[in-house]
């Protein structure tokens, strides 16, 4: 048995990346995992991935994975989700906001106002969505009385990484979860926000191979970056700790929560923590 058997999650954006690396390691724990995302076919994006194929994988690591098409730039389709989860479910114990929309010029040096309005995108798939998800999701905890809804944020919450944009809607990430938390703290029901730093995704390789210096960046320096799948492991610690609540509301560099917890990425490497040199969380526990 899985520290997550019987548990059910929803993680959105789980086609690749850090979404997809959540996804497998709540599934290797025993969870039954919503996997959403856009990606429903090989080749319609330019990265690998699907939400059949992270399911399937989810099923393959000891788990349940569902695959579920979810525009979350749609609110009727998110909506949608939450119903059939209480509907086939009849819970909801971790939902796991991961879902951004990343431009493929996040990484070019020009300023924001050489960049497209589309940047925004960012905002309403990546705050927005997240408050979305969350709002549909809240019930479902709120009538059990215990739960954890998870934001993916990172160091660009205080420290410049990319761009205007991207900083402004993970800081917003940050402060969104801290006052969630405020409102459902009287039903047992903690939301935290977790500072990724690198994480080895598809798409960090891919540019880390072809973007010539970009190693060599405080928030790109491989050496510091992790698996997609450490961040899962610190929510399954989360989701299974008996005091969560007193770190509902708080912002948390995950790298500390391992070291807390003693875990180690996929490697058994120890991950550390970038406190020093890119900044501190903001937000303390509400408690």
């Not at 497209?116 to 995108?121: A, G, H, K, V």
């Not at 492991?233 to 509902?248: E, G, H, K």
Request: with cysteine; net charge negative.
């Amino acid at each position: 048995m899985g520290a997550l058997s019987g548990r059910v999650a929803v993680v959105t954006g789980a086609s690749r990346g850090i979404g997809k690396g959540i996804a497998l390691a709540l599934a290797e724990e025993g969870a039954t995992v919503y996997v959403t995302g856009r990606t429903v076919t090989d080749g319609a994006h330019p990265l690998p991935g699907t939400i059949g194929a992270t399911a399937a994988e989810c099923d393959r690591r000891g788990g349940t994975g569902i695959p579920v098409p979810v525009d979350h730039g749609n609110d009727a389709e998110v909506a949608t989700l939450f119903d059939r989860v209480g509907a086939e479910q009849g819970r909801l114990d971790i939902l796991v906001n991961n879902a951004f929309s990343l431009p493929e010029d996040l990484t070019d040096p020009e300023p924001f106002w050489e960049k497209p309005l589309s940047n925004w995108e960012m905002v309403d798939i990546g705050v927005r969505s997240n408050f979305v998800a969350a709002r549909y999701a809240a019930p479902l905890m709120v009538s059990r009385k215990s739960g954890l809804i998870v934001a993916i944020s990172g160091y660009t919450g205080v420290a410049y990484t990319y761009g205007v944009v991207f900083g402004t809607a993970k800081s917003a990430v940050d402060r969104m979860a801290r006052d969630m938390a405020v409102e459902l703290e009287p039903f047992g029901v903690a939301s935290v926000s977790l500072w990724q730093g690198l994480t080895m995704t598809e798409r960090a390789e891919r540019n880390l191979a072809a973007i010539p210096g970009l190693s060599g960046q405080a928030a790109t320096t491989p050496a510091h970056g992790c698996s997609p799948e450490y961040p899962g492991r610190i929510i399954t610690a989360l989701a299974v700790d008996p005091a969560i609540m007193q770190r509902s509301g708080g912002t948390f560099i995950t790298a500390e929560l391992g070291r807390d917890y003693g875990l180690t990425d996929i490697d058994g490497r120890e991950i550390p923590s970038l406190r020093d040199t890119r900044g501190a969380p903001i937000w303390s526990p509400i408690s």
